[in-house]
Structure formats: C-alpha cells, structure tokens
Nanobody, 123 residues
Framework: QVQLVESGGGLVQAGGSLRLSCAAS????????MGWFRQAPGKEREFVAA???????GYADSVKGRFTISRDNAKNTVELQMNSLKPEDTAVYYC?????????????????WGQGTQGTVSS
C-alpha cells in the first residue's frame, strides 16, 4: 500500500509560479511511475506530467515548456514546478503512483492517488 500526500497548492496571479510536492510512503517508491493529474470543475481528470523510475518523462502538450516534474527517490517525493501559469491551469492537482508498466497519460493505469491540492490562477 502506498499513501500519497500533496502540498503546495495556493492562489497565484497569471504568469506566476507554484511548486507542488507529493510525499509517498512505501519502501518501493523508486520503482513506481509517479504522475500528476488535474481536474477542473465540470471537467474530466486530465494528465499533466509523469516520470518513470528511469527518469523518462512525459508532459501534456498544454504544459510543455512551463511545467517541470522531478523526483527524489531518497526522500520519496515527487514535485511539479509550474511556471507561467494561466487561469486555465486552475484545478485540483492530484499525485498518482503506478505499480506496473502502463500508459503515462491514463488515470486508470495508476494504482494510488492522493487527496489533491487546489491550485488557483487569477487573471
């Protein structure tokens, strides 16, 4: 069992930055694919970014060049640095962990989820 706890959300003006962090329990953290998803009101949960244990990384097109995902296996953490934020980035951001080989962008391939943290970007 893996528990994920997100932090770092908040309110920021357009063009600003937020840094989200996800702390994971479990001794096999380094073997998991870690991902970030987001869900805006009235919309489906969508993929943001993910990082494999090999440090292979994937990003949604909407965040490429603005967001950076990273992980620290010694600390069991994964972070999402979000720059040049836009009002359309406003959402609840979820951290997720995938045990097995799967598709980075599909939420149904992930096994564990955090409770989410709100990120709000004002115009």
């Amino acid at each position: 069992q893996v528990q994920l706890v997100e932090s770092g959300g908040g309110l920021v003006q357009a063009g600003g930055s937020l840094r989200l962090s996800c702390a994971a329990s479990g001794r096999t953290f380094s073997r998991y694919v870690m991902g970030w998803f987001r869900q805006a009101p009235g919309k489906e949960r969508e993929f943001v970014a993910a990082i494999r244990w090999t440090n292979n990384i994937g990003y949604a097109d909407s965040v490429k060049g603005r967001f950076t995902i990273s992980r620290d296996n010694a600390k069991n953490t994964v972070e999402l640095q979000m720059n040049s934020l836009k009002p359309e980035d406003t959402a609840v951001y979820y951290c997720a962990a995938m045990k097995n080989v799967g598709r980075l962008g599909l939420p149904e391939d992930y096994d564990y989820w955090g409770q989410g943290t709100q990120g709000t970007v004002s115009s």
